[in-house]
């Protein structure tokens, strides 16, 4: 693996200590991000010679080598073998009773010991290295850990914009970083095909470049250069590897029957065959028509699929499928009669059971979005809730297993930040930091038993807003985080103002000194409001949201900058009676990158 991809599995390479005044002294969670299960802490400090030594179980060589890239990229010497002190030792002795992907961190004054097997190894190792992030010396402690949920997921889509196989990559660092192990890859949908079908080469030739237009209004204006772009079948098995490599499953998408349109651009015989005076719109163009045509299409595209992923799961969308084409269709009206189906419903439960049944015959099983339940859920599908959590609720009941992504509950990380008009622009939909990390995927209408059947939790990533990588960074940082969080930790562990106000700043810090994009949260103490008072001053006393970050604040409405004045300390604003003044403040980082400006009306009522 080349340095640039270590480095950003890290987050960071090694920065001095950094702190804030201004900021709670003591963390018990020491920093790490998502909280442990369990931290004991004990006296003494972990120093960290300019040599360190390591040793090593022979099954722990893949661990072993991402740790020494880490040191030695530091300015660390590393060598193997036994030391009086500076010694790490990474074995898979020590773990029983550990649950699967746990580990054991002992944290003494002269040896480091991480215990775990596969990925709790390679997440220990994780865990050892944001404690090494901002300080040498390591607190001493014993750290037990395992995560709450088996499926920890983010999907990225790029069938809507494509993005490129060293940002696809980053993307999996980041994941990996924080222990998350489910790569949903969306690769197909109406505006591109990203994934070579040797079989049908108009995919990729056709499917996968459309016209540049206007992106989410985030252009000036319209053009005729085609743009897209597509992975070839050994850069899915590079990605897969990659991926592989850091303990992350690579599921994909194929979008079907709807969500088509790059396909049916290619290969326009799939649509539903019409009569010349059925009314055309939108939904004919990425639709696929039931035919045999396009069960033998999908067959050889998903023994393609299978051949480049090794996931026990295939993602088949199901969703948004706008049936007008199916209802208008000769065609598709006699198939409901001969199958003895109630409706277009029906129909789109007939094309997903088919579908399901090939793949099994291939020893996968299916995914798809809530909207499977219609007609009649296929008898081994998961179901992934994205329309609110009633979906998988019901899929549960069923005894289906389910992945709970809703919209509606902190999982659409597309969604704004905050209902500031200066968030960039995208898609609609409210996403607070706070959101994300108090979801809870468990509901409690399900018994103990149902509870089993939800596998875990996915966070989704659309991209019709989002075009460029930096946006991927600043729409998911420091969402993912929380999400980590609430997939990991368990729920007594969990601490809204520690995650937030003392962990997660240490964390941005480090990704403000390398380089990445994300967004800065506002100053803590303000908020975009409106508030009221009769007869006294508003007080604010402010702190920043990260090491190192400047607060500037105006009063008369104009946003400020860092020519503005600086917050130092507390604020007293006298209001005169029946007038109002603003309270605008903006926090800039020491690498220049700049919060979403805040605006807190403050008014005195007259008596």
Partial sequence: MGMKQIIYLLGIALMPCLSSAQGPAQDPNMGIIPAPVMIKHTTGKFKLGVTAFIKADKSAASEVKWLTTWLEH?????????????????????????????????????????????????????????????????????????????????????????????????????????????????????????????????????????????????????DSVTYGGYYTQDQIREVVRYAADRHIVVIPEIEMPSHSGAALRAYPSMKCPLDTSAKMDWAFDILYCPTEETFQFLEDVLTEVIALFPSKYIHIGGDEAEKTPWARSAFCQDLIHKKGLKDEKGLQSYFIQRIEKFLLTKGRNIIGWDEILEGGLAPNATVMSWRGEEGGIAAAQQHHQVIMSPSTNGMYLDYAQSRNDKEPVNIGGYTPLQQTYDYDPMPASLTKEQQQYILGVQGNVWTEFIGTPAKIEYMTLPRMYALSEMSWSPLSRKDLVDFSQVRAPRHLARLDAAGVNYRVPAAIGVADSTVTLHGASFHFALQSPLPGAKIYYTLNDKEPGDTDWEYVSPLDIVVPRGETRVLRTIVITPGGRRSVPTRTVLVNTKE
Wanted: proline share 3%; charged share 25%.
């Fill in 74 to 222: 530091n300015g660390y010497k590393v060598r193997m073998g036994d030391a009086a002190s500076s010694l790490i030792e990474l074995t898979t002795s020590g773990t029983d009773g550990l649950p699967e992907e746990g580990y054991r961190l002992t944290i003494g004054e002269g040896k480091l010991v991480i215990a775990g097997k596969g990925a709790g190894l390679f997440y220990g190792i994780q865990t050892l290295l944001q404690l090494m992030a901002d300080k040498k010396d390591i607190p001493c402690a014993y750290i037990e850990d395992y995560p709450r949920l088996a499926y920890r997921g983010m999907l990225l889509d790029v069938g809507r914009h494509f993005f490129t196989v060293d940002a696809v990559k980053a993307f999996l660092d980041r994941m990996a970083a924080y222990k998350l192990n489910r790569f949903q890859w969306h690769l197909t949908d109406n505006e591109g095909w990203r994934i070579e079908i040797k079989k049908y080469p108009k995919l990729t030739q056709v499917g996968a470049y459309r016209m540049q237009g206007e992106v989410a209004w985030n252009r000036d204006w319209p």
